[in-house]
C-alpha cells in the first residue's frame, strides 16, 4: 500500500531534550515536506527537499532541521524544543515538484507536546 | 506576503443540500491551487487541484473552480452527505514551489 508514515504519533517532551520524528514514504517520491500545523494558523511549510541531499526552507524553519540521505526519508530534528514548537506536524511527499502539477499525500500526523 | 482565506471557518448545512466554500487569495502569480481534505486526527487528502490556466475541475459530486482575476476559488459539493463532515482547506502555489494554505472551513452535515 502506497503511504507516507510518521514515528511517533504522539510525543510528550520537555524544554531543551533533543528530539527526532521521523518520516518515510514507500513511493520513490523526489519531493518531500514538512508542514507543523497549529489553531488560527493553519498549516505551514517548515522544510522542504527536492530529493537527497537536497533541502530548502520553507516559511518557518527556525527551530528546526532536517536531512535527506536516502530518497524515502526524510527525518525533522528538534535540537533544543520549546514550547512554542508544541503543534501537530505532518510529512508530505510527492512524485515531482508540487508546481509540477504533482499530487502530494500526507502522513497521519505526529502531535508534539513541549513542556 | 501572500495570503490565502477561507470563509466561513465553520458550516452545517442538512443533508442533501448543495453548498459551497469559498477561498480567496493575494497571489496574482499563482501556479495551481489545490483543495484538500482533512479528517479529525488524520492527515490531508487531496480532492481537486486546478492549474491556472484552467478555470474547473470535477470530480464526483464536486466541482472547483478558479478566478484569477478576482482571486478566489470555490469548491461547490452537489447533494451533500454526512460523510462530507470533514475540514476542507485550499492552498495556492506560486512558481516558486511555495505553497500557501488557508485555514480551512470545517464543514458539519446534518443527517
Known amino acids: 500500500e502506497a503511504q507516507v508514515t510518521q514515528n511517533p504519533r504522539y510525543l510528550i517532551t520537555v524544554t531543551g531534550k533533543k528530539l527526532t520524528v521521523t518520516c518515510s514514504q514507500n513511493?520513490?517520491?523526489?519531493?518531500m515536506s514538512w508542514y507543523r500545523q497549529d489553531p488560527g494558523l493553519g498549516l505551514r511549510q517548515i522544510y522542504y527537499s527536492m530529493n537527497v541531499e537536497v533541502t530548502d526552507k520553507g516559511d518557518v524553519p527556525e527551530g528546526y532541521k532536517v536531512s535527506r540521505k536516502e530518497k524515502r526519508n526524510f527525518p525533522l530534528i528538534l535540537e533544543s524544543p520549546s514550547p512554542n514548537q508544541t503543534s501537530l506536524y505532518f510529512c508530505?511527499?510527492?512524485?515531482?515538484?508540487?508546481?509540477?502539477?504533482?499530487?502530494?499525500?500526507f502522513g497521519p500526523g505526529t502531535r508534539l507536546t513541549v513542556l | 506576503k501572500q495570503e490565502v482565506t477561507q470563509i466561513p471557518a465553520a458550516l452545517s448545512v442538512p443533508e442533501g443540500e448543495n453548498l459551497v466554500l469559498n477561498c480567496s487569495f493575494t497571489d496574482s502569480a499563482i501556479y495551481n491551487l489545490q483543495w484538500f481534505r482533512q479528517d479529525p486526527g488524520k492527515g490531508l487528502t487531496s480532492l481537486l487541484l486546478?492549474?491556472?490556466?484552467?478555470r474547473e475541475q470535477t470530480s464526483g459530486r464536486l466541482n472547483a473552480s478558479l478566478d484569477k482575476s478576482s482571486g478566489r476559488s470555490t469548491l461547490y459539493i452537489a447533494a451533500s452527505q454526512p460523510g462530507d463532515s470533514a475540514t476542507y482547506l485550499c492552498?495556492?502555489?506560486?512558481?516558486?514551489?511555495?505553497?500557501?494554505f488557508g485555514k480551512g472551513t470545517r464543514l458539519h452535515i446534518l443527517p
Open positions: 486546478i492549474q491556472s490556466s484552467q
Open positions: 492552498a495556492e502555489l506560486d512558481r516558486d514551489d511555495k505553497i500557501i
Open positions: 513511493m520513490n517520491h523526489e519531493y
Open positions: 508530505a511527499s510527492s512524485s515531482g515538484r508540487l508546481a509540477g502539477d504533482n499530487e502530494q499525500f
